[in-house]
């Protein structure tokens, strides 16, 4: 009976070393895919919210909202219905576009579906070489995606356009008054005077104007430093998940040379290199985000998979370009001071 048990496991030990791949290696490999999951799903929240962000509205005050409402639907002419009244109380808010939620459901599903190559293992059941091999090809596209994403959006940075529209009606209107005071001014000078206001006052709402202007200066630099932060990040993000896929399609490619300790050394080490993408030094971050796409294109192993990606990359870059929301022609849009 014990010399029966000991073929069978002679038997079972041989199908592994044939067909299978250990369990120890397969879970080494299970990390670093899962690890892949994470920081791509999160590069892709990061991309998603970066979009929102770009069409988000500044927010209002509930007098804003009222005095906005009463404007534009007291001096309507459409015939008023629900859409109408709705557009009156918020015409900036973001559309809904289906084609954009679509690819973002798509990309999710990408990454979730690669880790799932793994999911036997959670059962007990051993994945085989000929499935190790799969990740390495599903890991390729997934990881070149990544890298001509994180490009993409460096070439095509965020823009929080209806923040920026906000400040330069802001400035248009400030510059207005300032010029018409400053005609004034001039006038008064030359011994014209075209109301009660004296002198004192006039150069005193002029000193104001000019104040409003810095504050204004201030407010557009703070968008812009909003925009940087939401491009370094989410580069840093999409490198991160890139430098991550990359090092796992290496791993996956030399899975049967490799041996366990090799392994367990080798998944640390892509860790840590992936965590140094923090996108605090965002020079560097970019730097890796262009050599990455140039190793890619330049590489036959990488190459044969990146045009397609390269046009998805680019046609999801550029819808992400601030939509505007549309008024009826007898809906004058009020300014949001």
């Known amino acids: 009976m014990q010399n029966s048990n000991k073929i069978i496991w002679v038997i079972f ?4 070393s044939l067909g299978g791949c250990s369990v120890e290696k397969a879970r080494a490999l299970q990390g670093a895919a899962v690890q892949f999951k994470t920081e791509s799903l999160a590069a892709i929240d990061a991309i998603d919210q970066m979009r929102q962000r770009e069409l988000e509205a500044p927010p209002r005050s509930q007098s804003e909202i009222r005095q906005g409402f009463i ?15 709705d557009l009156a109380i918020d015409p900036f808010k973001p559309p809904n576009v289906a084609e954009w939620d679509d690819f973002i459901v798509d990309l999710r599903s990408q990454y979730d579906g690669f880790a799932s190559i793994f999911d ?22 997934l990881t070149v995606q990544m890298a001509l994403l994180a490009d993409a959006i460096a070439k095509n940075p965020p823009v929080l356009g209806q923040y920026r529209s906000r400040t330069i009606v802001k400035l248009k209107k ?3 008054d300032y010029q018409t005071l400053l005609t004034r001014l001039k006038a008064r000078e030359a011994g014209i005077s075209d109301g009660n206001e004296t002198l004192q006052q006039m150069n005193q709402r002029k000193s104001d104007l000019e104040n409003q202007a810095g504050e204004l200066m201030n407010e557009w630099q703070q968008i812009k430093q909003e925009e940087q932060k939401l491009l370094e990040t ?9 430098t991550i896929g990359k090092e796992v399609v290496e791993v996956a490619n030399h899975y049967d040379d490799l041996e366990i300790g090799q392994l367990n050394a080798l998944i640390p080490r892509i860790l840590t290199t992936a965590a140094a993408f923090t996108g ?14 140039s190793q890619i294109q ?5 190459s044969g998979v990146t045009k397609t990606l390269l046009d998805r990359a680019n046609t999801a870059a550029a819808s992400r370009a601030p939509s505007q929301v549309s008024l009826p022609v007898s809906l004058p849009p009020t300014s949001r001071n």
């Open 13 to 16: 030990a041989a199908s592994l």
């Open 71 to 85: 404007s534009r639907l007291l001096n309507s002419k459409v015939d008023l219905n629900s859409a109408v009244v």
């Open 120 to 141: 036997k293992l959670d059962s007990g059941t051993l994945i085989s070489q000929a499935e190790a091999k799969q990740s390495a090809e599903y890991a390729r596209t």
């Open 174 to 176: 400030l510059r207005q």
């Open 234 to 242: 989410t580069v840093a993000q999409c490198t991160k998940a890139a």
């Open 280 to 293: 605090r030094d965002y020079s560097m971050v970019k730097v890796k985000a262009t050599n990455l796409v």
């Open 298 to 302: 330049s590489d036959p192993l990488w």
